[in-house]
């Protein structure tokens, strides 16, 4: 049906309610604490909703549906894991957080191994975000890219533009509450869509699972013991864990959000709803993606994509009624915004207060600390649109954004870890476990290991690489 003048105007009219909301947060920002902790005083469902639209976004609209579309349901294994630990996080991770005040997850690794581990482990954390999220943030661009025929770089600084204007100004607390709203936006746009699917059919729902289920795309589980699937029932459960552990526990993109609690009870609770909600939200973008495969196999004509990725897209713009591909469509580029104004703010927040406040000590009145919040702001966004144009050669958004994660998470969480339960591991021990946990991650991506086992080998090699060279050291030096 293509694009109307009613969708764009849909579309024009989220971006600019998202650049009024952060005027209207603007008002609250008065120091860094504001800026980047939303004066802590941001009630737990919000934070919850936040946390959702900050994980899933553009990866999950259209991103999930792709991957079942070329395949099946089997990533759905990982949202078992990815539950368990959450529940593993707010009991064992979140305490410790609560303990004085913290503005990012790197101060509670100063308090235990000393401040060049904080720059350590906050740079991995700056490498991994600016990368995963540059993937995040081409993947919006693929719609808008096909709406408006602009090229993928102006598509990605479009989006940008809009996002750091609300982000610049408003900072957490816009980027929560907008978070909350968004994601109600995005959902119920896919919920739309879904139904329009159904009803676009013909034999309706019915037709579109016998074809889904002759070609095996319901399947769930598979409880295969091969290593070199992707998607196991053990691989799902055990990679899940590890990589929610990281993405929640060490990961100030997420972390930051549950420092701006009012309390440990409430940050606790964030946090595990959020794992019933994304257990939920996967199925339903996976049935999305299960449902397209059988509706372009009715009318394989319609079907004209260069990649797995733009399936969704594609069905939303040349078949959704007018008004309802706009509002789709703003729904991904809410999802979008979501993700990279949470990026953009923990990326601003970790600069500040683990290097420059750390190493410069600058002496900043309140006004000025917010002004450079704003300032590294910025200079963040320009990077994230260069790697956006440079992911465009990666593959699959979902699963490039993920294996970059993926990547770099073990020697994280591996530190974590030992910062929680090892009182004898000191910082010499712990910076060289996560240089041998990286440099283990480098043969175990070149071998073409599958990515949902990355953060449980990249954690195992640094807890066990730190307790043998204290082991060695001990010795040595006794």
Request: with cysteine; net charge positive.
């Given at each position: 049906?293509?694009?109307?003048?009613?969708?764009?105007?849909?579309?024009?009219?989220?971006?600019?309610?998202?650049?009024?909301?952060?005027?209207?947060?603007?008002?609250?920002?008065?120091?860094?604490?504001?800026?980047?902790?939303?004066?802590?005083?941001?009630?737990?469902?919000?934070?919850?909703?936040?946390?959702?639209?900050?994980?899933?976004?553009?990866?999950?609209?259209?991103?999930?549906?792709?991957?079942?579309?070329?395949?099946?349901?089997?990533?759905?294994?990982?949202?078992?894991?990815?539950?368990?630990?959450?529940?593993?996080?707010?009991?064992?991770?979140?305490?410790?957080y609560?303990?004085?005040?913290?503005?990012?997850?790197?101060?509670?690794?100063?308090?235990?191994?000393?401040?060049?581990?904080?720059t350590?482990?906050?740079s991995?954390?700056?490498?991994?975000?600016?990368?995963?999220?540059?993937v995040?943030?081409?993947?919006?661009?693929?719609?808008?890219?096909?709406?408006?025929?602009?090229?993928?770089?102006?598509?990605?600084?479009?989006?940008?533009?809009?996002?750091?204007?609300?982000?610049?100004?408003?900072?957490?607390?816009?980027?929560?509450?907008?978070?909350?709203?968004?994601?109600?936006?995005?959902?119920?746009?896919?919920?739309l869509?879904?139904?329009?699917?159904?009803?676009?059919?013909p034999?309706?729902?019915?037709?579109?699972?016998?074809?889904?289920?002759d070609?095996?795309?319901?399947?769930?589980?598979?409880?295969?013991?091969?290593?070199?699937s992707?998607?196991?029932?053990?691989?799902?459960?055990?990679?899940?864990?590890?990589?929610?552990?990281?993405?929640?526990?060490?990961?100030?993109?997420?972390?930051?959000?549950?420092?701006?609690?009012?309390?440990?009870?409430?940050?606790?609770?964030?946090?595990?709803?959020?794992?019933?909600?994304?257990?939920?939200?996967?199925?339903?973008?996976?049935?999305?993606?299960?449902?397209?495969?059988?509706?372009?196999?009715?009318?394989?004509?319609k079907?004209?994509?260069?990649?797995?990725?733009?399936?969704?897209?594609?069905?939303?713009?040349?078949?959704?009624?007018?008004?309802?591909?706009?509002?789709?469509?703003?729904?991904?580029?809410?999802?979008?915004?979501?993700?990279?104004?949470?990026?953009?703010?923990?990326?601003?927040?970790?600069?500040?207060?683990?290097?420059?406040?750390?190493?410069?000590?600058?002496?900043?009145?309140?006004?000025?600390?917010?002004?450079?919040?704003?300032?590294?702001?910025?200079?963040?966004?320009?990077?994230?649109?260069?790697?956006?144009?440079?992911?465009?050669?990666?593959?699959?958004?979902?699963?490039?954004?993920?294996?970059?994660?993926?990547?770099?998470?073990?020697?994280?969480?591996?530190?974590?870890?030992?910062?929680?339960?090892?009182?004898?591991?000191?910082?010499?021990?712990?910076?060289w476990?996560?240089?041998?946990?990286?440099?283990?991650?480098?043969?175990?991506?070149?071998?073409?290991?599958?990515?949902?086992?990355?953060?449980?080998?990249?954690?195992?090699?640094?807890?066990?690489?730190?307790?043998?060279?204290?082991?060695?050291?001990?010795?040595?030096?006794?």
């Amino acid at each position: 049906m293509g694009f109307t003048l009613l969708d764009y105007g849909i579309v024009l009219i989220t971006m600019l309610g998202s650049i009024l909301l952060g005027f209207y947060f603007s008002r609250f920002q008065q120091s860094a604490k504001d800026y980047f902790l939303g004066g802590r005083d941001i009630p737990w469902f919000a934070i919850s909703l936040s946390i959702v639209a900050t994980e899933t976004s553009t990866l999950t609209f259209i991103g999930v549906p792709a991957l079942a579309f070329g395949g099946n349901m089997t990533f759905l294994q990982l949202t078992i894991g990815y539950l368990i630990a959450r529940i593993l996080v707010s009991f064992l991770f979140l305490p410790a957080y609560y303990r004085g005040e913290m503005f990012t997850a790197y101060t509670f690794i100063k308090n235990r191994f000393g401040r060049k581990t904080q720059t350590a482990t906050a740079s991995v954390f700056l490498v991994t975000r600016l990368l995963a999220d540059g993937v995040r943030l081409f993947a919006t661009a693929i719609p808008l890219a096909i709406i408006t025929g602009f090229s993928y770089p102006v598509s990605i600084a479009i989006i940008c533009a809009v996002t750091i204007i609300y982000t610049y100004l408003g900072g957490l607390k816009a980027v929560i509450w907008l978070d909350a709203i968004q994601l109600t936006i995005y959902l119920f746009g896919a919920i739309l869509a879904l139904f329009i699917i159904i009803d676009r059919t013909p034999g309706g729902l019915e037709q579109l699972l016998a074809i889904s289920r002759d070609a095996g795309k319901l399947q769930i589980f598979d409880f295969s013991f091969d290593l070199s699937s992707t998607y196991t029932i053990f691989s799902g459960v055990i990679g899940g864990i590890f990589l929610s552990l990281a993405s929640h526990g060490t990961d100030q993109l997420i972390v930051q959000r549950l420092l701006a609690c009012k309390t440990l009870k409430g940050s606790q609770k964030a946090l595990i709803t959020s794992g019933v909600v994304v257990m939920l939200q996967f199925f339903f973008f996976l049935s999305i993606g299960v449902l397209l495969y059988a509706f372009y196999t009715h009318f394989p004509e319609k079907l004209a994509i260069s990649k797995n990725d733009e399936i969704f897209p594609l069905f939303i713009i040349n078949e959704l009624p007018s008004g309802l591909s706009g509002l789709v469509i703003a729904a991904i580029f809410a999802a979008a915004m979501s993700t990279l104004s949470s990026s953009l703010n923990s990326l601003a927040s970790s600069t500040i207060m683990d290097f420059v406040k750390p190493y410069f000590k600058p002496a900043w009145d309140e006004a000025k600390e917010l002004f450079y919040a704003r300032l590294t702001t910025l200079g963040w966004a320009v990077l994230l649109i260069g790697i956006a144009i440079l992911s465009s050669q990666w593959g699959s958004v979902l699963e490039s954004g993920l294996k970059i994660a993926s990547f770099t998470y073990g020697a994280l969480l591996g530190t974590f870890l030992l910062g929680l339960f090892s009182k004898k591991v000191s910082q010499f021990e712990v910076i060289w476990a996560m240089v041998i946990g990286l440099l283990i991650m480098i043969f175990v991506n070149a071998s073409g290991f599958p990515w949902p086992w990355f953060v449980a080998i990249g954690t195992t090699t640094t807890v066990l690489s730190g307790l043998l060279i204290f082991q060695i050291r001990s010795k040595i030096f006794v």
